[in-house]
């Protein structure tokens, strides 16, 4: 890189490609969802806050306040779902969505990045040993991190040694298996 400064020539020599991230490692993978996610997320949080702020209006405004418990009930109960159940159902199923995942050599660790309840980025660090892949294919689940289940789209890894790592299939599994064949052939 070469930058102007007072019309001298500046020269960066910085070794670290843009992927990397000096705290949390190598970028391995960048989830093309994430500002889809974060877009529906901030509209259901917006048009939640604005049905708590309109209903008051509303109510005065329709005359619900004179008619029965029961009519009241359900305008609530309808009013309630629309902004308190959506919003929490949309966290629900997407705070596993990685967004970025990076990857440190050194100590073999992984640092996943999602968004949380608040639409803040937080980082989950989990060493390689930590990752389980469930038993069922889950809808919203591709492997767990200790315990929290996470998402990511394995054709989106630039490398794909790097997913094959990550989920533990370049572990000896494979050597396992061929052992198994020479002692059969062995038998």
Known sequence: QVASFQGVAVRSLSTSSPHDHPEHGRLVYKGNLAKTVLGVKFFSYSTSIFNLFMMPYIMLKSGI????????????????????????????????????????????????????????????????????????TKMFTTFYAKTKSMLVNPTLFPNPQDYNHLMGYDKSSFFKFEELEEVKEAD
């Open 65 to 136: 306040g004179v008619e029965s418990l029961l009519v009241q009930a359900a305008f609530y109960g309808l009013i309630g779902v629309f902004t308190f159940v959506t919003p929490v159902t949309l966290h629900i199923l997407t705070k596993g969505y990685v967004i970025r995942l990076y990857y440190k050599d050194e100590v073999d660790t992984y640092t996943a990045i999602t968004y949380n309840a608040i639409l803040a980025e937080k980082a989950t660090v989990f060493h390689q040993k930590d990752v389980k892949i469930p038993d069922i």
